[in-house]
């Protein structure tokens, strides 16, 4: 054991043994059942000329105490902020003893005057002391606090107890939503709720969590979109209805996608999708002003106009703009595949998927400013009305800012007949083996004939409009309890999950027997040569997977340059892209770049690879987090 280990050891052991002391004193804290009437800390501050001299009673976590003979001072943290606290020996007598005591990380009530000291300093003179939890922990250390991504999304009450920033985004999320909520409830829409447990997966293209219901011997799915069930309350006679709540989409996860997330979405009966534009644009704009304070935001050193109107621009002119190449000559399949295979897109089924692709590759990273792309190919739009003058395009937007979609909405199909057939595409799809593709709804389509009026439709990923208002670059960040893989499985994204694998990965010791590595290179290499490779310490501000790989992930990494670094590796089989943000890795940055799924690729991260009973195996090489992104290996 470390010397370093030890010491904590001992720490523990120390306040466990006070805590029994306690106890055994009839002074257990954990008998205490309440402090009420306490004042936040930041009222104290700010309206310090009314409450000077006063007595009050405030609560909170210790995070610093100092001493000095007879006198100590603590600083206490509740929700609203710090506030110091003096304790002086003559005031509060036989108490003294036991307040020294405390440790960091204890939460404490405290009865007393409030006073500011020769420093100026605002603080509260201790009368009454008492000790309401005692921590069993050690928070992390002030100066280098919690800054392991992973450790602060497992650990999230460290992280609001030690970082103020993080627990201030979601004071921002709240009033986000809340305003979100008061522009449209001020605009008549009803917010309902529908349910989480469908028997069909519809309303979107994903993949479903599939779960058992034991009573009704049937499966059953996490809900991927809510679109069907409010369209149905259309049909109802509800006019204006929406719903913000909990999706859920079995797929891969990265800075922007999260398994359950936070989507809302809305229907106006009467309305079609410039209606929704309207909303959209309104609704972003009301809530940054109404949040922030302003309607202009810096994002990624890109100042982002959030004020409406937003610019409307249909998918093939965005394409044109961006490639020179013009959809609406291009109008045969065969001409498609002809374009996509020069341009190494990948070539799908149909004219409007091979559109779709392009506008991904070429287009959406490109969209900063708030810009709604408008006329969606129907391939790509099984749920929303064709257009009159061109039946291939659909009355579709999605809303993209800073590179991201941030909304979709249709004129909603109310066609049944048509609505059947394309639920009939979907399905061939399903059979074909795309396990994303929806399902057939016959009671959708039942309610349908009924008869839905003409309908505007929107959905919102209030997620990522969190992290655009908060400044936030992964939505790990906005949400309080990320999806995280358990301690032990990180490199498992792609193995068996079980018991059994979790035990062999946290618990078996390596049989390097087993173990075999490649020979030495006979041939040398001069010193000159090798110092020409350029090997730098780099930090991984971000990961994902690439999409349509079956190996890729794609990091974004900080090398101690002013510019960001993409480097691509084919190590997916090995690690899950969330597990590696915030780790310090080692990569060649002077290799010339190679394009990789369209994608360049400025150098190699470093692995260790060996081969393990009959098996390849791959370990990144990963660095102490204390070495600064850049430096140099020699």
Not at 95 to 101: A, G, I, L, S
Not at 284 to 298: C, F, H, R, S, Y
Not at 318 to 325: P, S, V
Not at 532 to 551: L, W
């Amino acid at each position: 054991m470390t010397d370093k280990h030890q010491d904590l050891n001992e720490m523990l052991q120390i306040k466990r043994e006070k805590l029994e002391e306690l106890k055994a004193n009839g002074k257990d804290p954990h008998e205490i059942v309440n402090f009420k009437d306490r004042t936040p800390s930041n009222e104290i501050k700010d309206n310090f000329d009314q409450y000077e001299g006063k007595s009050l009673r405030i609560a909170g976590r210790i995070m610093a105490k100092r001493g000095h003979g007879n006198m100590s001072f603590m600083d206490i943290q509740d929700e609203s902020g710090i506030i110091q606290i003096v304790n002086r020996k003559n005031v509060i007598g036989d108490e003294f003893k036991e307040v020294k005591k405390y440790d960091i990380g204890d939460i404490i009530g405290v009865e007393g005057d409030v006073f500011k000291t020769n420093q100026g300093e605002i603080s509260i003179e201790t009368k009454t002391p008492q000790l309401l939890t005692k921590s069993l922990q050690i928070l992390p250390e002030k100066w280098h606090g919690l800054k392991d991504p992973d450790l602060r999304y497992r650990q999230r009450y460290l992280d609001l107890i030690v970082n103020p920033e993080v627990k201030e985004v979601f004071y921002q999320r709240s009033k986000i939503i809340t305003e979100i909520r008061r522009f449209l409830d001020g605009r008549g829409f009803l917010e309902v709720e529908t349910p989480i447990l469908n028997t069909i997966a519809g309303g979107a293209t994903a993949r479903p969590f599939i779960t058992h219901h034991n009573t009704l011997d049937i499966d059953m799915y996490l809900r991927i979109a809510n679109e069907l069930y409010l369209k149905r309350l259309i049909v109802g006679g509800f006019d204006k209805v929406y719903e913000m709540g909990r999706m859920f989409r079995n797929e891969g996860m990265d800075a922007t996608h999260n398994p359950e997330y936070t989507a809302m979405e809305l229907y106006q009966a009467y309305a079609d999708y410039e209606d929704m534009m309207e909303i959209t644009e309104h609704m972003v704009e009301t809530v940054a002003t109404n949040v922030l304070g302003k309607t202009t935001i810096e994002y990624d050193g890109q100042e982002i106009e959030l004020k409406a109107p937003w610019r409307r621009l249909p998918m093939i002119d965005a394409i044109k703009e961006e490639t020179g190449i013009d959809f609406n000559e291009i109008t045969s399949y065969e001409d498609a595949v002809k374009i996509a295979k020069e341009k190494n897109i990948e070539v799908k089924e149909t004219r409007g998927e091979i559109i779709a692709e392009f506008f991904e590759e070429f287009v959406e990273d490109k969209l900063i400013q708030p810009t709604f792309i408008i006329d969606y190919p129907v391939e790509i739009s099984p749920l929303a009305k064709r257009k009159n003058d061109d039946k291939s395009l659909t009355y579709r937007f999605e809303a993209f800012i800073n590179g991201k979609e941030v909304a979709n909405a249709f004129s909603e199909l109310n066609d049944a007949a048509d609505q059947r057939e394309r639920f009939e595409a979907q399905v061939a799809k399903r059979e074909k083996g795309d396990d994303e593709a929806q399902m057939m709804d016959y009671d959708f389509v039942n309610a349908l004939e009924v008869g839905l009026p003409p309908t505007g439709g929107l959905g919102i990923g209030i997620d990522r409009v969190i992290m655009l208002l908060t400044g936030q670059h992964s939505i790990r960040d906005v949400l309080l309890f990320p999806t995280m893989k358990p301690v032990g499985l990180e490199k498992a994204e792609n193995r068996d999950s079980s018991k059994e694998t979790y035990d062999k990965l946290t618990t078996e010791k390596i049989d390097f027997s087993k173990v075999k590595v490649e020979p030495i290179f006979e041939n040398m290499v001069d010193f000159d040569t090798f110092s020409k490779s350029d090997f730098r310490v780099v930090k991984v501000k971000n990961c994902e997977e690439v999409p349509k790989s079956k190996k890729l992930l794609k990091f974004t990494l900080d090398d101690g340059s002013e510019k960001e670094r993409i480097i691509l590796s084919g190590i997916k089989e090995y690690y899950s892209a969330e597990s590696l943000i915030g780790k310090t890795l080692l990569a060649i940055c002077n290799l010339p770049p190679r394009k990789m799924m369209g994608i360049d690729s400025e150098g190699m991260i470093i692995s260790a690879i060996c081969e393990y009973d009959g098996e390849e195996e791959l370990n990144l090489i990963m660095l102490d987090d204390n070495i600064p992104a850049g430096s140099k290996l020699y």
